[in-house]
């Protein structure tokens, strides 16, 4: 059975999970963009000074983390049936979920820059051995490389908050689940990527629209991978071979010959 994601399909399905939540989307993605606004004032503000602005970038992060949680919950809840509604209580996180997911991400982003620097070291030795004009066949290389590493590990990102498990846990699934279509993923990913800045021609208006519509075609992306390994992974029931009983008469004459013959 092969993994297919059908793009132009959940485009359609995206647009109109997008017009049926039209509202509390555009609200959200109004207070996201306000609060990158105010940080971004607040940076500029303070970037003399060092210590006050690297604790508004820790502090920056765990927000916009936290803004993006409250985003996967309640598009995930769309794409079940519910309304996305990150303004609701069920959408809020506890301590435990949201350092799950924080952990995850953090997991997920040192494997990536591991990946990276791995591949580093032979790209600069071969840049300086080979010449640099095979530098760029090489950075395409990491490039690809990165990518691929990517589309095994993304989806643990969504796991993190789908299944509420450990960051260790989220990151094997997330390997597991990926098996053997990691560069179909990655296909789809990177049509969804230009889908999106697809926006861009159409500046803001068309940013506004494609942007979230990219966001839910991720998530619907993830679910379809989770569900084709759900539906391909054979159980294999345990098969208990029961070896009928049979019964050995022995008759006592015959017992007793073999004693007179010994």
Excluded at 26 to 37: A, D, E, G, R, S
Excluded at 60 to 84: A, P, V
């Amino acid at each position: 059975m092969e993994f297919t994601f059908k793009i132009g399909e959940n485009i359609k399905k995206a647009w109109s999970l997008f017009k049926n939540n039209l509202n509390n989307m555009i609200i959200f993605i109004i207070v996201i963009v306000v609060y990158q606004l105010v940080i971004s004032s607040i940076l500029n503000n303070f970037k003399e000074d060092s210590l006050i602005g690297f604790f508004t970038a820790i502090v920056s992060w765990f927000i916009s983390s936290y803004f993006s949680y409250l985003w996967i919950r309640s598009t995930l809840d769309m794409i079940d049936g519910k309304s996305f509604n990150p303004f609701s209580k069920e959408s809020q996180p506890n301590y435990q979920k949201f350092l799950g997911f924080i952990l995850t991400t953090l997991v997920v982003s040192l494997c990536l820059l591991g990946v990276v620097g791995i591949v580093m070291i032979p790209l600069l030795i071969g840049s300086i051995v080979l010449g640099l004009k095979f530098i760029i066949p090489l950075v395409i290389a990491l490039i690809i490389i990165s990518l691929y590493f990517m589309a095994r590990l993304s989806p643990a990102i969504y796991l993190s908050i789908d299944k509420d498990q450990g960051s260790g846990k989220n990151i094997s699934e997330s390997w597991r689940m990926t098996k053997g279509i990691a560069w179909n993923i990655l296909g789809n990913m990177l049509l969804i990527f230009l889908f999106t800045i697809a926006g861009l021609l159409a500046v803001v208006v068309g940013i506004a629209i494609t942007y979230p519509l990219g966001m839910i075609l991720v998530i619907l992306l993830y679910r379809e991978v989770l569900n084709y390994k759900s539906n391909t992974e054979k159980i294999i029931p345990e098969v208990v071979s029961e070896i009928p009983k049979t019964e050995i008469k022995i008759e006592t004459e015959t017992i007793m010959k073999d004693a007179e013959m010994k």
